[in-house]
């Protein structure tokens, strides 16, 4: 009875020690950690498994140090790059991707060629002079698939049921009309299948179009990391990549045509 006490008094006193006052500073690391810049590219790839042709892209710029992200002007953000080369672990195929000759477009490159499947990996190599090489992999998640005859869709709310496959660490879920569209995220559970009921605005019309968007682990990861430059806090770099910043990773996306509610 007294170890239990004695557990219960110093749990306690954790949870109230580990609260900050207002005026205090937030979460800091509890050990020294190294914060000197290293220079490296930065970048934002996604390989799309959506029966297109052409729609993967990778974004590349260099990261900054926080005197550059608060200057007027930034010198050399988008860096001449030798090679960005995406090759699969299965078959060997090598594809090559070319900046876009859009200026509007500039630092992101495409394979006009390039057509992923689900189920494949994938590799990423990035050169660029005065940078380290850039690396990183991504295995394409499984496409998601209407359960047969669950999709039901009157005025105000759809509901349906789909299949959930383990390489998919979350679903994004879109509802498009004419004007407007919605999102809804869905985290996986252990069950392989995903019922969804999903209300809506009746004053939004029918919807075209449901889009089902499976993420792999990296774009997971990444896109809910924490934000790095919150003041008073301390959070670890998110990246999903080696020798640089940023994220390579994969979706593999289902577009499903809607007829009018009845």
Known sequence: MKIQVFVITL?????????????????MPSEIVATEFEPGLNILGVLRADDQIGTSFININRALTTEE????????????????KVSSSGSGSEYMFRQAEDSSDWGTYRDTS???????????????????????????????????????L??????FQFQNHPGAFEYKLYLI???????KVIKPSDGDIIEVDWAFDPSMGD???????????????????????IPNTYHP??????NGYGCFGSVAVAMIELESAQ
């Open 114 to 152: 390039l057509s992923v499947r689900s189920g494949e990996s994938y590799d990423l190599e990035i050169t660029a002079p005065g940078f380290p090489s850039l690396t990183g992999e991504t295995t394409i998640p499984q496409k998601p698939e209407l359960v047969v005859n669950s999709l039901s």
């Open 177 to 183: 009309f004419s004007e407007d569209d919605l999102e």
């Open 69 to 84: 992200i608060y200057s007027d002007s930034i010198e050399n953000f988008n860096p001449e790059v030798n090679f960005v």
């Open 11 to 27: 749990t306690s006193l954790i949870l109230i020690s580990s609260c900050d006052l207002p005026h205090q500073p937030g979460p």
């Open 154 to 159: 009157t005025a105000g709310n759809i509901s």
């Open 237 to 242: 770099d998110g990246s999903t990549v080696t």
């Open 207 to 229: 919807p075209q179009y449901l889009m089902l968007a499976a993420l792999d682990e990296n774009l997971t990861r990444y896109g809910n990391s924490p934000i790095s430059f």
